[in-house]
Each structure stands twice: as structure tokens, then as C-alpha cells.
Nanobody, 128 residues
Framework: QVQLVESGGGLVQPGGSLRLSCARS????????MGWFRQAPGKERQFVVG????????YYADSVKGRFTISRDNAKNTVYLQMNSLKPEDTAVYYC?????????????????????WGQGTQVTVSS
């Protein structure tokens, strides 16, 4: 089992920044994939960004490229999502996800069905 706990959400004005954290605990794996997804009311869960633990390859949705940055701290088993230049359309519940398999292509990294464990989510609201 893997446990994921997100934090860092909140209310921010358009153009502002937030940093989300996802702390992982439980069983360890030598190679895996982690991702951030988001879901706005009435919409399907949407891929935001993913990172492979082996090699650290990153994959971004077009809607967040240049504004969001994913990073990791191996010692703390934590992945971060730095969100800059936030827009009202970024408003959603953000979820951290963990896949037990290392994926090396955007198609699989961005597919929510490929992930085995999910956090509880953290609300991000971008509004003036």
C-alpha cells in the first residue's frame, strides 16, 4: 500500500502562485511514476503533469506548460507542484497519484487509469 497526502491548496488571485506538496509513505518501489491531476466541478479528471522517478522525465499538459513546474525530493519522498501565473480556469481539486510502474511516454503518464493510488485532493481556487 501507498499513502499520498496533498497539501498547499488555497485561494489565490489571478496571476498569483501556489505550491502543492504530495508526501508519499508506505511500500517502496524502485521505479514508478507520479502525477498531478485536477478535477473541476462537472468536469472529468484532467492530467496536469507527471514525473518518472527513474531519470526524472517530466510530462506537462499543454494548458500548464511554462506556468507549472513539478519537482521531487527523494529524501522526503515528496513531489511538488509549483504553480505560477494562475488563471481562474486552473480552479479545481488537485490530486496526487502514484503508479507502481515506470511509464516513459506521455500517453500512459497522462492516463488516470494507469495510476494505482490517489491522494484525497486539495482545493485550488483562483479568483479575485
Amino acid at each position: 500500500q501507498v499513502q499520498l497526502v496533498e497539501s498547499g491548496g488555497g485561494l489565490v488571485q489571478p496571476g498569483g502562485s501556489l505550491r502543492l506538496s504530495c508526501a508519499r509513505s508506505g511500500r517502496t518501489f524502485s521505479s514508478y511514476t507520479m502525477g498531478w491531476f485536477r478535477q473541476a466541478p462537472g468536469k472529468e479528471r484532467q492530467f496536469v503533469v507527471g514525473i518518472t522517478w527513474t531519470g526524472g522525465s517530466t510530462y506537462y499538459a499543454d494548458s500548464v506548460k511554462g506556468r507549472f513546474t513539478i519537482s521531487r525530493d527523494n529524501a522526503k519522498n515528496t513531489v511538488y507542484l509549483q504553480m505560477n501565473s494562475l488563471k481562474p480556469e486552473d480552479t479545481a481539486v488537485y490530486y496526487c497519484a502514484f503508479a507502481r510502474i515506470y511509464y516513459s511516454d506521455y500517453g500512459r503518464v497522462s492516463d488516470p487509469d494507469r495510476y494505482d493510488y490517489w491522494g484525497q485532493g486539495t482545493q485550488v481556487t483562483v479568483s479575485s
